[in-house]
């Protein structure tokens, strides 16, 4: 496919929170958008990084020892094996990337549903 | 370090064009934001895709089969294997994501010089 990926295009078709939506796919990862509002749980990832760049709004990502806070056009990744929680001000617009079929709280059982779309 | 990645700020901090500056590491990839300008070079990575997400200005992203053209907020990925040429309208901001030490024209000896900051 060579059409452009729209981010905003994509965020547009949906408006569930926490549910992301794959975008595109880059060496085993899955490139996605998701919309995010109040807090996530607190989760960790054992075998992958946790790649977040902030399209809109403000995102706190709580480590054990600080807080990271993104606003547009900032991004962080939080290492495998460390706890976080992202918690969203208001509604925020993410780009994630992780490794495709991964969980979304690094822990099957308490997954959310994930929607490819 | 708990710090937020401000891709603009990292930006500011050079001029000089198809120099890209590694911003993060993420599952043995660099994370990098690069200026372009002009045209680069017809270049295919045999062993990796090739991320692409426009930050500010135009890229046209030309295959030989099509172009894809991407504004800010926009992305691609180009699969491994198939040849593409990135041509910038005017100045450019990318964020960029490739395997670590992956030569910026998938070929050490026509690879630009990459200067990491």
Same mark, same amino acid.
């Given at each position: 496919?060579?059409?452009?990926?729209?981010?905003?295009?994509?965020? *547009?078709?949906?408006?569930?929170?926490?549910? /992301?939506?794959?975008?595109a $796919?880059?060496?085993? &990862?899955?490139?996605?958008?998701?919309?995010?509002?109040? /807090?996530?749980?607190? &989760?960790?990832?054992?075998? %992958?990084?946790?790649?977040?760049?902030?399209? *809109?709004?403000?995102?706190?990502?709580?480590?054990?020892?600080?807080?990271?806070?993104?606003?547009?056009?900032?991004?962080?990744?939080?290492? *495998?094996?460390?706890? &976080?929680?992202p918690?969203?001000?208001g509604?925020? &617009?993410?780009?994630?990337?992780? /490794?495709?079929?991964? /969980?979304? %709280?690094?822990?099957?059982? %308490?997954?959310?549903?994930? $929607?490819?779309?």
């Amino acid at each position: 496919m060579t059409t452009a990926i729209d981010l905003s295009e994509k965020l *547009k078709a949906f408006s569930d929170t926490f549910a /992301p939506r794959t975008v595109a $796919q880059f060496n085993g &990862h899955d490139v996605m958008v998701v919309k995010a509002e109040g /807090p996530f749980i607190w &989760h960790t990832y054992d075998d %992958t990084d946790d790649f977040f760049l902030v399209l *809109k709004g403000t995102l706190d990502l709580e480590l054990r020892d600080g807080t990271v806070t993104l606003g547009p056009g900032q991004m962080f990744v939080v290492p *495998k094996g460390v706890e &976080h929680r992202p918690v969203a001000r208001g509604e925020v &617009h993410l780009l994630l990337i992780e /490794p495709t079929g991964t /969980p979304n %709280t690094g822990d099957v059982s %308490t997954a959310s549903r994930r $929607q490819l779309g």
